[in-house]
């Protein structure tokens, strides 16, 4: 169909009959009242382009407006945690007093009850466990419950937004197919953006990928209930006007129709099979699936829309454009990352106790490392082009051999034989994968079923990812971990205890409280360890509290010094909190990596303490 240029192509109305223009494919179509629905089934008939324009404004500058919101409370934030950092790195804990407590009740009040409040009571990220390899029910915080909302019913809103002076149902029904198809491809705009790895709303807003994925499937959720409402329209039209065997005709002959159906068709599958239980329980198998299907409903909305000369073509190639960009990115930092002149990145790859692998990646070039970061790792060997994330435990410089073409020659001489062998120094970063299902259970069972527990292979990482708060203003800072959540916080620890070493850092006080089942499990990160715990600060520093849950026996679980105890059963956040607060050091600074459960505990011992004293929460999650 033409695309129509006036703000609506209504047909007007001369008593019982229209008066209307004739649009391409309608030519010689008597308009009577028998046959009234007829315009409206198809193209643009009965649409109100100008209103379908200020409702996109509406959204944009209600999206944007947000951003520039949360831009401006960033650097305030910001703004105030470098002056604490600036003002406390040379101070002593006394002299850190004034920061220990918030001036205000506003903004205490705010963190407490929105920024950091789950939902309904303390339940955030636990989730029902159906089975090993299935589980539901991670609920959105109170503050994105309530942006969810804002976003759902200004959606709604805007496809309301109709002239209801229309006397003609149809006409009217047509203006809603106009309306929420535009909203459906307009929206998938911040979809593809809110998908992406590389999206750049993460640095500017530093709000993790985590909630933007969260946000992603909400408004992909959206999507499809407004194409559905727009292909429901179009029937209920067709119907009027041809009944059944029109709808038939179309389906099977009028490839506009065809293409915007399979977009319809591919989007409700993707609604179906996204479910948290179904994602989960098969991820990879969602994953191949839930891009296949975004490709197809983006290809059936491509062609639909150019065959019909709809407006909406801009949006879309908008669409395009940023999947490619992202894409694009995410290739040359894979490339960039793990291919050189001097070869490609090594994975040695270490079976621990526990059932966890210890996993090294010798990269071929220098990398720039924040602490808390993460990465995705590509082990093409176990799961092809797949990749999966996990936080970085431990990254450093090492010497590796890089024999030269003298070094593998025979010696001449004797004196060759005590020749160095060229090295050169390369960037190893460590980390520590669990076995659950999928590529980290393959990875396992290869590792283990080696002679000596170790086998190396190629791969690549993608990233680094994430890193985006810092802990170095803080006097006080308290890291909670639960099993393999311990990489992500013993980078935070590393580089605590060596910025107080320098004197680059406000921190005089660090508690880690590392929660695992068994004794085994220390095994994952005991070099590591080893190296804080033999730093020369970490004594005045650095408190660890190790939690056993499941300790074989009493004996084992032994506190060898005031610095570092053990003990047998469950943390309990609460107490541990409460205890640290009563003799903080300045501002405190709460973190936790791991289960969704005990996470929870934390956020909400956290939340206690809002108020009492000044205290920021943080909490690294990976949920999809």
């Known amino acids: 169909m033409a695309a129509a240029t006036s703000d609506t192509a209504d047909f007007t109305y001369a008593k019982s009959t229209f008066i209307a223009p004739y649009t391409t494919g309608l030519n010689g179509v008597s308009l009577s009242k028998s046959n009234s629905t007829a315009p409206y089934y198809t193209g643009l008939n009965g649409v109100r382009l100008g209103t379908d324009e200020l409702v996109t404004r509406l959204l944009w500058f209600s999206l944007g407006g947000f951003c520039l919101l949360v831009i401006i409370g960033r650097l305030v934030q910001i703004g105030n945690a470098h002056l604490r950092h600036l003002l406390n790195i040379t101070t002593n804990p006394v002299q850190q007093k004034f920061w220990s407590r918030d001036r205000t009740t506003f903004w205490p009040r705010i963190k407490k009850e929105v920024l950091y409040a789950p939902l309904h009571k303390k339940r955030h990220n636990r989730e029902i466990q159906l089975s090993k ?80 994925n969260l946000f992603h499937r909400w408004i992909g959720r959206i999507v499809v209930l407004e194409a559905v409402a727009h292909t429901c329209a179009w029937g209920v039209n067709m119907h009027a006007a041809k009944g059944f065997p029109g709808i038939r005709e179309s389906f099977g002959g009028d490839s506009f129709i065809q293409y915007g159906l399979l977009a319809t068709i591919a989007m409700v599958v993707i609604l179906i099979q996204s479910p948290s239980a179904i ?81 090294t990646f010798e990269l071929p070039r220098p990398w720039r490392y924040t602490p808390g970061c993460h990465v995705y790792a590509y082990l093409p060997r176990v799961s092809l082009w797949m990749s999966h994330p996990f936080s970085i435990a431990w990254c450093e410089e090492r010497s590796v051999l890089c024999p030269t073409a003298d070094d593998e020659k025979l010696p001449s001489a004797t004196a060759d034989l005590d020749a160095p062998i060229s090295t050169r120094t390369a960037t190893t970063i460590s980390l520590v994968m669990c076995k659950r299902t999928g590529m980290t259970a393959k990875l396992y069972n290869k590792a283990n079923a080696s002679p000596n527990g170790i086998i190396t292979m190629y791969g690549a990482v993608e990233g680094p990812y994430g890193g985006l708060e810092s802990l170095s203003s803080y006097g006080t800072v308290i890291l909670f971990a639960g099993g393999v959540g311990i990489t992500h ?48 600060n970490r004594k005045e520093v650095l408190k660890v509290l190790l939690f056993i849950t499941k300790p074989r026996n009493t004996r084992e679980v032994i506190s060898r010094s005031e610095t570092v105890q053990m003990f047998p059963g469950r943390a309990n956040p609460a107490v541990i909190i409460g205890k640290e607060i009563e003799r903080r050091i300045g501002a405190t600074a709460v973190t936790v990596c791991g289960p969704g459960a005990f996470a929870d505990d934390v956020r909400a011992a956290a939340r206690e303490q809002v108020g009492e004293a000044t205290v920021d929460f943080v909490e690294e999650s990976f949920t999809w």
């Open 133 to 212: 390899a299935m589980n539901m029910g991670t609920l959105p915080s109170r503050l994105h419950m309530i942006l969810l909302l804002l976003y759902l019913i200004s959606n709604i809103v805007y496809c309301c937004l109709l002239d209801y002076k229309r006397k003609n149902q149809a006409a009217l029904i047509a203006e809603i197919r106009g309306r929420t198809g535009h909203l459906a491809v307009v929206n998938m705009v911040p979809l593809i953006v809110l998908a992406g790895r590389n999206n750049p709303l993460i640095p500017l807003l530093r709000v993790s990928f985590d909630t933007y």
């Open 279 to 359: 994602r989960h329980a098969f991820y990879e198998t969602f994953l191949h699936l839930h891009q296949s299907l975004a490709f197809a409903s983006v290809l059936g909305i491509f062609v639909h829309s150019t065959k019909g000369h709809l407006p909406q073509q801009r949006y879309i190639n908008w669409m395009i454009s940023l999947w490619i960009m992202e894409r694009t990115v995410r290739c040359i930092r894979i490339v960039y990352r793990n291919i050189s002149l001097r070869g490609c990145t090594k994975v040695t790859v270490e079976a621990m106790p526990g059932e966890a692998c210890r996993v």
């Open 489 to 536: 916080q013993l980078s935070h620890v590393q580089n605590l205890l060596a910025g107080h070493l320098a004197g680059t850092v406000a921190t005089r006080k660090v508690i880690l409280v590392w929660s695992v089942r068994t004794t085994e499990t220390l095994e994952w990160v005991r070099p590591w360890m080893d190296e804080i715990l033999a730093m020369p």
